[in-house]
């Protein structure tokens, strides 16, 4: 997967059967119910995974991103249901934690230009990182 174009296709049109989805409809307006979202999951943090080994393995946004990323496959894997992965992530509806995933993933894609890992070009000034002032 690697445009965003790329991103709505794994979501749209491939199906595994492994995790189908009862919905008729998603109850959010503009939200289209995905057929198999077991494949799309799967696909998308699979993929973040490969992303992050982009980014400095010291950096900790990478080393919690892989942990969750994990931890949401395991739970996506032990899955009997769509209801059940929903309750064990908290999650409403599974459509939403589809768009986290790929939100997510450009997120991941945008870093390395930004590089924020890297020491600061000058000295913050002296309250900057305090709350509140």
């Known amino acids: 997967i690697r445009r965003s174009s790329d991103l709505e296709a794994v979501v749209s049109t491939q199906s595994t059967g492994r995790l189908p989805n009862p919905r008729l409809i998603t ?3 503009g ?3 995905v057929k198999d979202p077991y494949y799309s999951l799967n696909k998308l943090y699979q993929t973040t995974l490969t992303e992050l080994e982009t980014l400095p393995k010291s950096y900790p946004y990478r080393i919690e991103t892989e942990r969750l990323t994990k931890e949401r496959m395991g739970l996506l894997e032990n899955a009997k249901t769509v209801v ?3 309750k064990a992530l908290n999650a409403r509806c599974i459509e939403n934690v589809i768009q986290e995933a790929k939100s997510e993933l450009l997120l991941i894609r945008k870093l390395p230009a930004w ?3 890297e020491p600061l070009i000058g000295e913050a000034p002296e ?6 002032i």
């Open 127 to 132: 309250n900057q990182w305090k709350w509140p």
């Open 84 to 86: 059940e992965f929903e």
């Open 31 to 33: 939200r289209d119910v």
């Open 115 to 117: 590089a924020p890992w």
């Open 27 to 29: 109850g959010i307006v």
